[in-house]
């Protein structure tokens, strides 16, 4: 039975990377019913891949037994810059985006709504909306990846400040003096706790980092050193990698502290590859977190590890496109 | 002609602090009729001094010609911690109150509603009802006194976070190994930015301090240093003291990039007694902040002094009493 207006269940979901998109399909109650990932020919250009993203779209709605009038809306997460409102992707070097109308460009090939917002941001309300976040009024969600990103949950709809910047939680400076990061701030969180930062922290320290496990299994080969290489040593008991993972956790909790004292909120959410990494992560961050926070605020603050791991990224996509179509749930701000 | 219930068009504010407090009468349009400022008798106890509001009130009421019935409410800004929905002060070493029932003490006494809020919440909520803040949709307010304050508007309504903590703008960490703060942690913008921050540093320099002309006005006294000395001085063009709040603006920007990155407000308004500095402290601190922040979200954000200089927290307070009582301006969320 083909579907009327009240009653499309269905959502897609697509996150958007530098080398990979994922497409979701995911219930107006946030259950992601499939995904696939595909990786971007960026040297195709912005029309070819955005009609593969019809192409799998299409797909999965027919391994479905699915039609376009069952969809409510596409969302898409994407990196920054962009522009929300318009629906522009300004730019992306990974991509060889530069504005890109993709609202426009993918309504036009699947005959659907389309809208776009940030991956931070879809991660967050993803995990608001259907994962460890649900039921809380304020949250903060953090993506520790090769930055740091963040989103911002207010009194159940997603905040994004006067001009969509809100929940850089990532560039809160926490070391005035400190490391230079992707942006060119010095000392900025991302700087110490994104997977990148963890890279370049243990090559600041090279005596230590040759006498690691994990030298040995790059076979000393620098430009192989990746966060997951050392956090996997840590987690085998390596004293440098565990080291620098503590480290790593005293400073994401002094991050933590500060958005405790300024946004309040019942719960962060962290997310993103560097949270696989734990406990090994999550405990000093926590430890930190609550020696500097006020007692008071940090009693009530809960600092979790995300629970949909790399799907939260398409499932809050979808869940923002119903924000903005389906009318279903607490609007943005 | 005495008014209904309808017609009350007169709001009480007070600004309770650590030695005097200010009461004032407020129009429901945000209008000081009149203000009068009065020393705490600390060693009196509680019921003494809430005696003393008490008869404040009425004589202001009296000199007015209006009465009790004009009164849509009373709204108190005070230090914390206290316990806003029971109306509870729960401990001021400086008034030396302890669970002292504030709400109930003095609605009992007036015979008109009361309500109870922070300090610097009541400051920024009074900039941003009949202030430099007006017509912003999102605000952050910072009160650079003794300690740093901060409040924090969203969607036109106070955001007070799950556990009454959010706007703490003053423990956001900008030097994780720096200074100790009086929180007892260590590199908060308190640390560097309040009043007595900006001695402690002053003093950290002895050689320099010796040399410049604050210390010759007080006579190498050092307990008689104060920001105020300094900053006259540095008005005048002494050296050191110019240098020291150049210094001291360049750490507020570096809070305020963390604050534009987290809330990207439209507008930071900065007050209290230190702000009185002005453009020696503001125009290093929109520099730094400039030079820190993505450029697309510093230039929407405005950073202005406080426009209603100590009647702020007067203004506000009795601003957030019609938010609770009166139904006429946005709730607080």
Redesign the interface.
């Known amino acids: 039975m083909p579907a009327s207006g009240r009653q499309r269940k269905w959502i897609i979901g697509i996150d958007l990377g530098g080398s990979h998109f994922s497409v979701g399909l995911v219930s107006t109650s946030g259950a992601l019913q499939s995904v696939q990932r595909h990786r971007v020919a960026v040297a195709d250009g912005p029309a070819a891949i955005i009609d593969q993203m019809r192409e799998v779209i299409f797909a999965q709605l027919d391994s479905q037994g699915l039609t376009r009038t069952d969809v409510l809306a596409v969302g898409i997460g994407s990196p920054g ?1 962009f522009d929300r409102k318009a629906g522009v992707i300004i730019e992306s070097y990974n991509l060889q985006w530069f504005d890109v109308p993709l609202v426009k460009m993918l309504r036009e090939r699947v005959g659907m709504d389309v809208v776009l917002d940030g991956d931070a941001i879809s991660a967050t309300y993803g995990e608001w909306w259907a994962g460890v976040g649900r039921g809380s ?2 949250m903060v969600g953090l993506t520790l990846g090769t930055g740091v990103g ?1 989103g ?1 949950i ?2 159940g709809a997603v ?11 990532g ?8 490391r230079v990061c992707s ?1 060119g ?3 900025c969180l991302e700087a110490y706790a994104s997977a990148s930062a963890i890279v370049g922290r243990a090559l600041e320290k090279p005596k230590e980092l040759r006498r690691s496990q994990a030298w040995k299994e790059i076979a000393g080969e620098s430009h192989r050193l990746t966060a997951k290489v050392l956090y996997q040593w840590a987690r085998r008991g390596d004293g440098f990698a565990r080291a620098l993972f503590e480290e790593t956790g005293r ?1 994401l909790g ?2 933590l ?10 719960i962060i959410v962290v997310g993103g590859a560097v949270a696989k990494a734990g406990n090994l992560l999550l405990t000093p961050a926590r430890q930190e977190a609550g ?4 007692k ?2 940090f009693r ?2 809960r600092i979790v590890r995300a629970s949909l791991a790399e799907n939260a990224g398409v499932i809050g996509a979808a869940g923002l496109a119903q924000c903005h179509f389906g009318n279903q749930r607490p609007g943005a ?1």
Chains 1, 2 share one sequence.
């Open positions: 810059p009024r304020h963040g911002l207010i009194n905040y994004y400040g006067c001009s969509d910047l809100a929940g850089h939680f560039h809160m400076i926490i070391e005035a003096n400190g942006c701030n010095q000392g400073y002094t991050g502290a500060g958005i405790i004292h300024t946004v309040n909120p019942e020696r500097r926070a006020f008071s605020a009530r603050t701000m």
